[in-house]
T-cell receptor, first 113, second 114 residues
Framework: GENVEQHPSTLSVQEGDSAVIKCTYS??????FPWYKQELGKGPQLIID?????GEKKDQRIAVTLNKTAKHFSLHITETQPEDSAVYFC????????????FGGGTRLMVKP | DAGITQSPRHKVTETGTPVTLRCHQT?????MYWYRQDPGHGLRLIHY???????DKGEVSDGYSVSRSKTEDFLLTLESATSSQTSVYFC?????????????FGPGTRLTVL
């Protein structure tokens, strides 16, 4: 089955700095790559996603890049703010009947004011 | 939370007792999923449903069963709870409206098995 690895597991940045989280996956047939943000005591919230026919997607301060050859994708957050502090998860959808997602282990991002 | 509610939100039970968690959605989404979340493991799929009475196993289905008798409800049952099933459980939905790609999550149920 699909294997997704996410790094780093924790990340501490100063407010205003950039943060980058990386994920690698194993199944070359994977075609959809979402990122979720989870705040304490809440369910994961979809913040950005990218499909396999696109190399980069941007939405205000967040962007995702995809390298299908190397089988990795990254989340970039610029001008970080304290409210960006949360746990972030990457996920991968392969070519499966149930539209199932496989998640990375998560990154705890702390933005220090 | 995309019209998704989960009940109960918190539950403490004892080893060996049966437990049923409920996921309810109000917008007739076709796909529903149950995940468990444990530190360092992200979210792992337990079971999913692609329609009424249509279900299939996920990555960590042992010890769990599911049922979907109505579009709006997806039940997760632990027949005989064990301490290893202490976790936070999340329900998610997907639909053709989202190209069957995006999944949207409920608020979660924290289950403690003593």
């Amino acid at each position: 089955g699909e294997n997704v690895e996410q790094h780093p597991s924790t990340l501490s940045v100063q407010e205003g700095d950039s943060a980058v989280i990386k994920c690698t996956y194993s199944d070359s047939a994977s075609n959809y790559f979402p990122w979720y943000k989870q705040e304490l005591g809440k369910g994961p919230q979809l913040i950005i996603d990218i499909r396999s026919n696109v190399g980069e997607k941007k939405d205000q301060r967040i962007a995702v890049t995809l390298n299908k050859t190397a089988k990795h994708f990254s989340l970039h957050i610029t001008e970080t703010q304290p409210e960006d502090s949360a746990v972030y998860f990457c996920a991968v959808k392969g070519n499966n009947a149930g539209n199932m997602l496989t998640f990375g282990g998560g990154t705890r991002l702390m933005v220090k004011p | 939370d995309a019209g998704i509610t989960q009940s109960p939100r918190h539950k403490v039970t004892e080893t060996g007792t049966p437990v049923t968690l409920r996921c309810h959605q109000t917008e007739n989404h076709r796909y529903m999923y149950w995940y468990r979340q444990d530190p360092g493991h992200g979210l792992r799929l337990i079971h999913y449903s692609y329609g009424v009475k249509d279900t299939d196993k996920g990555e960590v289905s042992d010890g769990y069963s599911v049922s979907r008798s109505k579009t709006e409800d997806f039940l997760l049952t632990l027949e005989s709870a064990t301490s290893s099933q202490t976790s936070v459980y999340f329900c998610a939905i997907s639909d053709i409206t989202f190209s069957y790609n995006e999944q949207f999550f409920g608020p979660g149920t924290r289950l403690t098995v003593l």
